[in-house]
Each structure stands twice: as C-alpha cells, then as structure tokens.
C-alpha cells in the first residue's frame, strides 16, 4: 500500500521557518522524482520545487528560490522542505507528490499558515 504522510505544518510568524516531512512506503521512493506541492484557498495547485531520485538536481519555482530547500534522504524513504523567511502568501497546504513515468502517488497534505 502505497503511503505519503507529510508532517510538520503549522502557524507560524512572517519571517520565521518550517521544515516539512514526508514519509514515503510501499514503492521504490529512491527511484521516484519527488516534488512539493502547495494549494492556497481558492487557487490552483503550484509546484514549490522538485528533486531527481537520487537529490543530484533540485529546481524551485521563482516565488521561492533562494528561501526553501527540498532535500531527501534514500535510506530513511522521506522527503524534506526547509522553508526559510515564510511570507503571508506562504499560507497554503502542502502536498508531497512522487513521480515516475505516468504514475504519480499524493500525500494527504500538511497546513501551512504564515500569519501574526
């Protein structure tokens, strides 16, 4: 059975940090292309950034690059986003997604919310 739970999610202040988790089971995670995702109230889902299966390449979206850093550790099956300098416009969930080929596998998602 396939598994994605996210953790680490929660309110914080502008400014501050979050480092979100996700625990992959039941499919080769050290073979999959793996992203994060987010999804603000009433709007689309965006990528934040992705990571190649063995995390040689990562790549982020402009509204995020040089705050938030994706990471994975292969032995451990999880996936990681440091997320530095949070912005109001930060708040949204956020999902963990694994790709390869056509297949692609959905956390349940974790709350983020940047607020004072």
């Known amino acids: 059975q396939v598994q994605l739970e996210e953790s680490g999610g929660g309110l914080v202040q502008p400014g501050g940090s979050l480092r979100l988790s996700c625990a992959a089971s039941?499919?080769?995670?050290?073979?999959?292309?793996m992203s994060w995702v987010r999804q603000a109230p009433g709007k689309e889902r965006e990528t934040v950034a992705g990571?190649?299966?063995?995390?040689?390449?990562?790549n982020y979206a402009p509204f995020v690059k040089g705050r938030f850093t994706i990471s994975r550790d292969n032995a451990k099956n999880t996936l990681y986003l440091q997320m530095n300098s949070l912005k109001p416009e930060d708040t949204a969930v956020y999902y963990c997604?694994?790709?390869?080929?056509?297949?692609?596998?959905w956390g349940q998602g974790t709350q983020v919310t940047v607020s004072s």
């Open positions: 990571i190649s299966s063995a995390g040689s390449r990562t």
């Open positions: 039941g499919f080769p995670f050290s073979t999959y292309r």
């Open positions: 997604k694994g790709s390869y080929a056509s297949t692609d596998y």
